[in-house]
């Protein structure tokens, strides 16, 4: 089957949907488990409250990744949007990008907006920028923003003028800058920190119930028929598992120091694989960059940087 081509001016002229996602201290807890906490130690005193507090659920802390949940369901609007014409079963997910402005509540109805913020012809694929601005409907308060970059294998060449087109608009509400890459220690050196976790066998069943469905994490005819030998974690999952390695070394487990996270996904991870966090300081601009690796095969699967809030960072 033959695609039409992309058609970037009528894309970029859509109105795009909003999207409400209301969630309990359950979704809040079944997430951080998701993403392994609290691991090995069921009592460590750093990560039980994102599970359990002695007040009671509503008490319990929120890890800011959670956040990544609001833009579950926008890959899947994107079938509808005029003018975008892509094959789901080609979609990558390349990169990630979270600002948090407030802390999270342990409960809430989040309404999100969504913007193309980034278009551009790689001729044999499209890379596609979606912003995701969401607010907490009970209180008005703007929460976060997620920015994903998703490549569209067999998308490209839409273009009708040379240079191939290309379009980015990004926008922050913290007004950062660079946006998404201070500048970061030389990571030729040896990391300052090093943390190491085994995912379970069933992870990616875990994580799954965080509301992505993907039969590419579950099934294993599907994992076969898209070249794997055996279905694969999600890339979320691990962006989760970095920054609560950051969160627990260098914030004390405090969620509120996150100001933002970046990743760049390299490579798939099987469930039951052991990841293997590194992680460089630059105590100048509180910023944390980090490698996340497969100790089995040696790999690196996901790499980005955390910024930290100054105060009260330990870096």
Not at 218 to 247: E, N, Q, V
Request: hydrophobic share 40%.
């Amino acid at each position: 089957m033959v695609l039409p081509r992309i058609n970037p001016d009528l894309l970029l002229a859509a109105q795009l949907p909003v999207v409400d996602f209301t969630y309990t201290e359950r979704d809040v807890a079944i997430y951080a488990l998701g993403v392994g906490a609290p691991g090995v130690d069921a009592c460590n005193p750093t990560e039980l409250p994102f599970l359990y507090h002695p007040d009671g659920q509503s008490s319990i802390k929120v890890l800011p990744t959670f956040a990544v949940l609001f833009a579950n369901d926008f890959v899947v609007l994107l079938s509808k949007v005029p003018g975008l014409h892509f094959d789901r079963n080609l979609l990558l997910h390349g990169e990630q990008y979270l600002e948090v402005y407030k802390p999270l509540p342990t409960h809430g109805n989040i309404r999100s907006s969504l913007r193309i913020s980034g278009l551009q012809d790689k001729v044999k694929a499209a890379v596609l920028e979606l912003e995701v601005l969401s607010h907490n409907m009970d209180t008005g308060d703007v929460l976060c923003m997620n920015r994903t970059t998703v490549f569209l294998r067999g998308a490209g060449g839409f273009s009708t003028s040379s240079p191939p087109f290309s379009y980015s608009e990004r926008k922050s509400q913290l007004n950062l800058t660079p946006l998404s890459k201070p500048s970061v220690p030389a990571q030729e050196l040896p990391p300052d920190i090093v943390i190491e976790e085994q995912t379970h066998p069933s992870q990616a069943l875990l994580y799954r119930l965080s509301g992505d469905y993907n039969p590419l994490h579950s099934d294993p005819s599907y994992a076969k028929a898209a070249g794997f030998p055996r279905p694969i974690l999600h890339g979320l999952c691990t962006f989760g598992y970095a920054t609560r390695a950051i969160m627990q070394l260098c914030c004390g487990g405090d969620p509120t120091l996150i100001q933002s996270v970046q990743g760049r996904f390299l490579l798939h991870v099987f469930p039951g694989e052991t990841l293997v966090t590194e992680i460089w300081q630059n105590k100048k601009e509180s910023v944390a960059t980090f490698k996340l690796k497969v100790k089995e095969r040696g790999k690196v699967v996901l790499s980005g940087t955390v910024r930290l809030h100054p105060r009260g960072s330990r870096l």
